[in-house]
Structure formats: C-alpha cells, structure tokens
Nanobody
C-alpha cells in the first residue's frame, strides 16, 4: 500500500500563488504516474495535472495550462503543484493521486485526503 499526504492549501487572493505538496510513503517503489485532481462544491472531481515516473512527461487540464506546473522529486517521494495567477474558479479541494506500476490496466490506485484551496476575488 501507498499513503499520500497533501499539504500547502489555504486562502489566497485572486492573482496569487500557492504550492501544494504530496508526500508518498509505504510501497513507494511501485508508484508510477502521479497527479492532481480537484473537486469544487457541487461538482464532479476533475483532472488537473499528471506527471509520469521520470518527470519527463506532464499533462494539464486546459483550464490550468500556463498557470499551474506539476513536478516531482523522486528522492523525496514528493509531487508538487505550483499554482500561479489563481482565480476564484480554482477554489476546490485538491487531491493527490498515484498509479501502481503493478496494476494492469493502469488506474489511480491511491488517493490523498485532500487539501482545501480557496481563492477570493
């Protein structure tokens, strides 16, 4: 099993920045892709960004492209989400997720508990 713990959320004014962190523990050798998802009140959980095991490949939702950057430090078993130019519509609970390299087909096996990001106008 892998445990994921997010941190770094908070309240920020529109146009501001935050950096979210997610630390993995447990069977971390099995972690492949990692990603960030978010869920706003009354809405479905949605994809934000993903990064592959080496960090060479990243993907972003159109709504965050150019504003958010995902990165990872495998030595620290940590994935980050740098969020710039935040907007009120970015307000949501942000979840970290990870895939297990031994799971076929690949799926988001592990989830963190979430961290709240609130952006005021």
């Amino acid at each position: 099993q892998v445990q994921l713990v997010e941190s770094g959320g908070g309240l920020v004014q529109a146009g501001g920045s935050l950096r979210l962190s997610c630390v993995a523990s447990g069977r971390t050798f099995s972690v492949s892709d990692m990603g960030w998802f978010r869920q706003a009140p009354g809405k479905e959980r949605e994809f934000v960004a993903t990064i592959n095991r080496s960090g060479a490949n990243t993907n972003y939702a159109d709504s965050v492209k150019g504003r958010f950057t995902i990165s990872r430090d495998n030595a620290k078993n940590t994935v980050y989400l740098h969020m710039n130019s935040l907007r009120p519509e970015d307000t949501a609970v942000y979840y970290c997720a990870a895939k297990d390299v031994f799971t076929v087909p690949p799926m988001w096996n592990y989830w963190g508990q979430g961290t709240q990001v609130s952006v005021s106008s």
